[in-house]
């Protein structure tokens, strides 16, 4: 780990203590793994502190973990279905930082971070519409990509690849309008799981 990283990596466990789950380093990057309670506490300071002042948030993506143990060939892990992943830029340190925040059940719930960072609010509009992430105390949030009759959310791993309606235009009333989907569901593409290294057979 360089010197830079690793005096953010020590900054932030002298800052927030039992609030980071875990700390990676890869690609020249820090992964923090944040408890969900304090996601909203640890951002505000990210962005606040003159330590971190992560000014931008970069990107912010939905992640669905579902069977992920099962079909990685390291074994993967165990754990809540859903993650966050936000990405940070400090202009000020020419830093970069990215936090993971889990969250599990049907509707998983992360609290909003659109109070920080403006750019976060269509992001997370984003992970909701196809994750079904629900990103709690955000001003607006709805479907930002599907249109507003679109049933389950894309992106989840289990999301039929037939979809779950198909819609058309009906002549005699007028107007589009849904109905279930007529063809047959085929998963047609394949499944190819890589190991990880991908030296070995090599000469």
């Known amino acids: 780990m360089s010197e830079s990283l690793q005096a953010l990596a020590d900054h932030v466990a002298e800052k927030f203590g ?3 789950l875990g700390v990676q380093q890869s690609a020249g990057e820090l992964t923090l793994e944040l408890a969900r309670d304090a996601l909203h506490r640890v951002c505000a300071a990210l962005r606040t502190n ?11 993506c939905g992640v669905d973990y579902l069977n992920y143990a099962a079909e990685s060939p390291g074994g993967g892990r165990s754990g809540p279905r859903f993650a966050v992943v936000y990405h940070l830029l400090s202009v000020s340190h020419n830093q970069r930082l990215r936090l993971r925040v889990f969250a599990d059940g049907d509707m998983p719930v992360v609290e909003s971070v659109s109070d920080i960072w403006n750019s976060a609010n269509w992001y ?3 992970a909701f519409d196809l994750f079904g992430i629900v990103f709690e105390g955000h001003p607006d949030l709805r479907r930002i990509l599907t249109d507003y009759g679109f049933i389950g959310h894309p992106f989840r791993k289990d999301f039929p690849l037939s979809g779950q309606v198909e819609m058309r235009y009906d002549t005699e009333r007028g ?10 569901p085929r998963i047609l593409v394949p499944r190819v799981i890589r190991e990880e290294d991908y030296g070995v057979g090599r000469k």
């Open 124 to 126: 997370e509009r984003e």
């Open 18 to 20: 039992d609030a980071v």
């Open 175 to 184: 107007r589009v309008i849904y109905q279930p989907v007529t063809i047959e």
């Open 50 to 60: 003159p330590l971190f002042s992560f000014e931008q948030l970069m990107d912010l």
